[in-house]
């Protein structure tokens, strides 16, 4: 049993498929439009992410008479390639997701997924965060299967220290009870209690760790109510920057939409 602290990892996100773009490769390749050609740019050569592709193509999807396979081919230059018209930063592909998202379809976002391995963090935030239902998946580790004896594998429950109880005689109290509960647990374990019954004397500063997938139009609904300074608590409010910064590490994009929530 021991102190444990938060780690976030991102474990996978949407990419495209190989077939998909393998169509876009910087040459003459997709034939004539009416009587002018069209040009089948790489990803690369236009400087979007995977996200941003996939992005552009859900929302053009609803606007344009181009099939959805043919939309980055056919106006991923337009968009990717020219400043943004209204003003702001980044490309015309930029002005269209502020366009999207300020005007409330954001739906299109939900195209866009992110899965994360999420360890040490407290039952009590585990209570929080899946208050959160739509567009989150969960898969938890599980008190039922894995024992948390003192001689079991685990070693015993490590436990999450909230951030006020930060002086030595709060920090000494808690620390004992974490030291009883874990006694407790062995003692019923010992009396032949299954681990399924026993666990219900561990508290909800108990450590545990899931993996979470989450799409990018419920992980900005997310940050908007537990992101610092919204008067969340502060192990909640970690794990919502942690997730940001998961995020904008591969689509640094959608930093804007985090920041404006």
């Known amino acids: 049993m021991a102190e444990t602290k938060m780690n976030v990892q991102l474990i996978a996100h949407t990419q495209l498929s190989e077939k998909f773009r393998s169509q876009f490769d910087y040459e003459l390749r997709g034939g004539y439009d009416g009587d002018q050609p069209y040009y089948l740019n790489s ?28 939309i980055v081919a056919k106006e991923g230059a337009k968009y990717f390639g020219s400043k943004a018209s209204d003003g702001g930063a980044g490309t015309d592909a930029d002005r269209l997701f502020r366009h999207i998202v300020r005007s409330g379809h954001s739906s299109s976002l939900e195209h866009i997924s992110f899965t994360f391995a999420i360890e040490g963090v407290s039952r009590a935030l585990l209570a929080q965060l899946t208050r959160h239902r739509v567009g989150f998946s969960f898969s938890v580790q599980s008190q039922r299967y894995v024992r948390m004896g003192s001689g079991d594998r685990s070693g015993g429950f490590d436990y999450v220290m909230p951030d006020k109880i930060d002086d030595p005689d709060a920090d000494a109290i808690f620390i004992a009870a974490m030291q009883d509960a874990q006694r407790k647990y062995d003692e019923l374990r010992a009396l032949g209690v299954p681990a399924e019954d026993a666990r219900a004397v561990l508290p909800q500063a108990a450590a545990t760790n899931l993996v979470m997938t989450v799409n990018l139009r419920s992980l900005l609904e997310f940050y908007s109510k537990r992101k610092p300074g919204k008067g969340a608590q502060k192990e909640i409010a970690d794990l919502a920057e942690a997730l940001r910064q998961e995020v904008v590490n591969v689509e640094p994009w959608v930093d804007q939409f985090f920041e404006e929530v």
């Open 43 to 70: 990803l690369e050569e236009l400087e979007a992410t995977d996200g941003q592709a996939v992005a552009l193509t859900a929302i053009r999807s609803c606007y344009s008479a181009n099939k959805p396979s043919e």
